[in-house]
């Protein structure tokens, strides 16, 4: 495999919900990425009450927020074929409506990974999602695993694409907790620039990214879900060390 696809695989990996490396030489590698993700959010929302005939009613519907850019910093670092890395979804406000007040999400991975071919790496990690509402904070977090894997086209072109999924516990701000599946995909086109310096490659990406939490629901609401759903096109920056 050549330098110049080794560099694009960079872009395919910064892919993921976090960001690891794969070097275009030697033995040990670190980048540093930034990720604007323009999304638009849609999440669930508990009703419990009666009709006009007095029974009762209880159902789950769905609310969504305007588009929204979130910012993705992420590191990492790569050894041979192993790899730590990390990512952070800064906090910031979503303007949902419908009589929803302060409204806020955060996000963090930390994982490790293996590179099982010099385009297909295999990562294991923690995930944490935080959302709060006027009621208080819910809490998102477990195990996920995943891949990435990236295609090189011509000219520093190449696709890339990358998926993660795992259980996860749903805390409320009750303390209750449920369980909930989470996953992530995303697909795209990176670029891999020549610079010099201390930098061996530097990798821009579009894409369109796509996560999605399902939730059991709890008590009035039994046997019910709740799916919260974050989607849209994203831009990156990946420097690679």
């Known amino acids: 495999m050549s330098k110049f696809s080794k560099r694009i695989l960079v872009a395919a990996l910064a892919a993921l919900p976090m960001t690891v490396a794969f070097a275009d030489e030697g033995d040990f590698s670190a980048t540093v990425g930034l990720k604007a993700w323009v999304n638009n959010w849609s999440t669930w929302n508990g009703f419990s009450g009666y009709d006009q005939d007095l029974n009762d ?106 998926a993660a999924f795992g259980p996860m516990d749903a805390k409320r701000p009750s303390g209750a907790t449920t369980d909930a599946d989470y996953r992530l995909g995303e697909v795209g086109l990176a670029y891999a620039f020549n610079v010099g310096g201390g930098v061996k490659s530097l990798i821009g990406t579009i894409g369109y990214r796509s996560q999605v939490i399902v939730t059991d629901m709890s008590g009035v609401l039994s046997g019910e879900k709740g799916r919260d759903t974050t989607e849209g096109m994203t831009l990156g920056i990946v420097a690679a060390f």
Do not use: C
């Open 57 to 162: 009613v209880n159902h789950v519907y769905n609310v969504e927020s305007s588009d929204t850019t979130a910012w993705i910093p992420s590191v990492s670092v790569r050894y041979k074929d192993f790899m730590v890395g990390g990512s952070y979804f800064v906090k910031r406000g979503y303007d949902i409506g419908e009589g929803f007040r302060d409204v806020k999400r955060e996000e963090f991975d930390i994982i490790g990974g293996y590179y099982v071919l010099p385009t297909l790496a295999i990562i294991a990690g923690y995930k944490e999602v935080d959302q709060w509402f006027a009621n208080g904070k819910y809490k998102y977090s477990g195990p996920i695993i995943g891949f990435s894997a990236s295609a090189p086209l011509t000219s520093g072109f190449s696709l890339y694409g990358t």
